[in-house]
Each structure stands twice: as C-alpha cells, then as structure tokens.
C-alpha cells in the first residue's frame, strides 16, 4: 500500500512540476501590458527633447503620442511652419525635407521608459474635395510619409485619431 501511495503521490508531484513549469514558460511569452498616454495634450518632438528626463520620471506610463512641426519655404527666404499631425488630410502634400531637423532630432533621443511612441495623425483640416482624387493621392502620400517618419525613428506606428 505505502508502494501504491508513493507512487501516485510522486505522479502528482511530476504533473504539478510540470503544470507550474508550463505556466512559467507561458507567462515568459506573454508580453508585458503597456499604457499609452492618448491625451489630447502631445508634445510635440522639440517639447520631448527638452523636458525627456523630468517626463520618464514622472509619468507613469510606457509611450507616448507624438506630435511633428517641421518648416517649409513660404518664400522669400522665410519659412512657414507646418505641423504633420495635423496636416494629414491636407491639399498640401507633405515633404520629407518639411521634418529632418525633427528625425535627426527624435533620433538622438535616449529613451528609457518611453518605448513605445507613436507618431500622432488627426483627420484635420480636412480640407479637402472627397471626391477630388489628386487630393486622395495628397492624403495617401502624408500618411506614407508619417509612417516612414515613425519606422526610421523607430516608433511603434501612427495613431490615427478620428476625432479631430
């Protein structure tokens, strides 16, 4: 009887080694959850340059949405502000030229807690003709050029946000 009681006890010891090492290595696959601030307040790539070291130690979360402000020739030797974000659904076509000083800038960037960015895109102005298709070609051609910003910055994508 004793031999009978080892050896079932010994089976269920195994399967409960074996459960709780299934279980370790499962939760090893998991990823770990993160949180994202989406708030509506997005610094913009100069604003996270400045203040990176005083956010990452006090914000609680794991990435951020950001927004991108580059230059454009407005003429006349002057340049004319233009902000990617919020330009997306533009007649205007952006060009990467408009945003090298912000990609050589985000790329300098020594993130810490902040790994998980995304490049911040809202449906404004909204300018344009639906049924214009050199317009749709326009927006087409932003949207490529945000997500080509974000993959060369490594950024985890664009956060497209319909709401603006």
């Known amino acids: 009887m004793n031999r009978i009681l080892q050896s079932l006890l010994s089976k269920k010891i195994a399967g409960l ?23 509506w307040g997005s610094p913009t790539v100069e604003f996270l340059a400045a203040n990176l070291e005083q956010m990452e130690k006090e914000a609680p979360v794991d990435g951020l949405m950001i927004r991108w ?5 407005a003429g006349n030797g002057k340049k ?11 007649k205007v076509r952006m ?15 020594k993130f810490n807690k902040f790994t998980d960015n995304f490049l911040h895109t809202v ?13 749709w ?3 087409c051609a932003n949207y490529a050029l945000a997500a080509s910003i ?4 490594g950024m ?9």
């Open 69 to 73: 402000i580059g230059e454009m020739d």
């Open 80 to 90: 004319k502000s233009i902000n990617l974000t919020h330009c997306m659904n533009s």
């Open 95 to 109: 060009k990467r030229e408009y945003f090298e000083k912000q990609i050589k800038l985000y790329k300098s960037l």
């Open 150 to 153: 974000a993959k060369e910055c």
């Open 137 to 139: 070609a326009n927006i």
């Open 156 to 164: 985890q994508g664009i956060i497209f946000d319909p709401e603006e």
């Open 17 to 39: 080694l074996l459960f709780a090492l299934l279980v370790t290595v499962n939760a090893a696959e998991q990823p770990r959850k993160k949180i994202l601030d989406l708030a």
């Open 123 to 135: 449906v404004m102005p909204a300018d344009q003709d639906w049924f214009n298709d050199q317009d």
